[in-house]
C-alpha cells in the first residue's frame, strides 16, 4: 500500500482526481485506518464534485480521530458548498512544487483585505491558480472563473502595479481558503530590464517557513488543514481599509471586513548584493 501512496500524491499534484480517488481508494481497501489515504480520497471526491461522497470520508475519519484539523475543515467547507448549493471549483493547474519556494524577495505570501464571503471561497482550492487584476487603482485578487477573491493591501499593490506596468511578470496560486485569514503566493516570473534593480517583495527576504503542515510534502500550500501552531507574522502595523477598497467591495458584493495584513518592510529600491 505503501507504493501506492506516492502515485496518489503524483496524481494529485498533476490535478488527476479520477487517478487520485481509485489509488486512495485502493490504499484504503487494503489499510482502511490509513487516516493521510482517507484524507486524500475526499479531497479527490471533491474535487470530483462528488461533495456527500467526500464527506462521508472525512467524517469517516473523524470517527477515528475526532480532532483530525484536515477532516474537520473539510466537512465545514463541504457544508458551506452544499448549502451554497455549488461544487468546488475543479483545481485543473499542475502545482509546480519548487515553483513558490522564495528566492530573494521574489515571491510573497500576501493576506487578502476585504476578502470574498466564507461560500465563495469554498469553491476553491489551495493550490489554485489566481490572477491579478488593477481596480480603481488597487491591485485585486480573482480566481481563474473571474470570481473575486479578494484585495491586495494598498502599499504592496501599488509596487506591484508599478512593477507590472513596467514589464513584470507574476503567477499567482490560493494558499488558504480561510474567511479569516485568505492568503495568496505571489511569485515573480519574469523581470523586466527597467525594473533591474527593483524587488518585488522586500519585505520577504527570508526563507518560506510556515507551520502549516501540507497536503502534499514538499509544498507550503493548506490543504484545508488547521495549522497546528499560529504563524508568526512578518512585522507591520494593523492598517485601515481604504475608501477605495470598500467602494470596489460593495460593488462585488463583498462585505466590508477590516483585517492585519502584512506589510512591506520598506517600500524603497534595493539592489541586490
Known amino acids: 500500500m505503501r ?3 506516492e502515485p496518489s500524491i503524483s496524481a494529485a499534484l498533476d490535478s ?3 487517478k487520485a480517488a481509485d489509488l ?3 490504499i484504503l481497501e487494503g489499510t ?3 487516516v493521510e489515504a482517507r484524507n486524500r480520497y475526499g479531497r479527490a471526491l471533491l474535487e470530483l464534485g462528488k461533495l456527500e461522497e467526500a464527506r462521508a470520508a472525512y467524517q469517516e475519519t473523524l470517527k477515528s480521530y475526532p480532532h483530525d484539523p484536515i477532516a474537520l475543515r473539510q466537512v465545514s467547507r463541504i457544508g458551506l458548498l452544499l448549502e451554497d448549493k455549488h461544487k468546488a471549483d475543479t483545481t485543473r493547474s499542475k502545482t509546480q512544487t519548487r515553483l513558490f519556494i522564495e528566492d530573494m524577495g521574489k515571491t510573497g505570501i500576501l493576506r487578502l483585505m476585504n476578502p470574498a464571503p466564507a461560500n465563495v471561497l469554498a469553491r476553491y482550492s489551495p493550490g489554485a491558480e489566481a490572477t491579478l487584476r488593477e481596480q480603481q487603482g488597487l491591485l485585486a485578487v480573482h480566481a481563474r472563473d473571474g470570481m473575486l477573491l479578494g484585495f491586495l493591501d ?3 499593490g501599488r ?3 508599478e512593477l507590472i506596468n513596467a514589464g513584470n511578470e507574476y503567477v499567482v496560486a490560493i494558499v488558504t481558503n480561510l474567511p479569516n485569514d485568505a492568503r495568496v503566493a505571489i511569485r515573480e516570473t519574469l523581470q523586466s530590464a527597467e525594473n533591474a534593480h527593483r524587488i518585488s517583495f522586500p519585505g520577504h527576504h527570508r526563507p518560506v517557513e510556515t507551520k502549516e503542515r501540507a497536503y502534499i510534502k514538499g509544498t507550503f500550500f493548506r490543504y484545508g488543514e488547521e495549522a497546528e501552531g499560529d504563524e508568526e507574522e512578518e512585522a507591520g502595523d494593523e492598517e485601515e481599509v481604504t475608501p477605495a477598497i470598500a467602494a470596489v467591495a460593495a ?3 463583498l462585505t466590508e ?3 492585519p495584513v502584512e506589510a512591506d518592510d520598506d517600500d524603497e529600491d534595493e539592489e541586490p548584493d
Open 32 to 34: 482502511p485506518d490509513d
Open 154 to 156: 494598498p502599499k504592496v
Open 16 to 18: 488527476d482526481w479520477q
Open 3 to 5: 507504493a501506492l501512496a
Open 257 to 259: 471586513e477590516r483585517l
Open 159 to 161: 509596487r506591484l502595479l
Open 251 to 253: 460593488d462585488e458584493d
Open 24 to 26: 486512495n481508494k485502493q
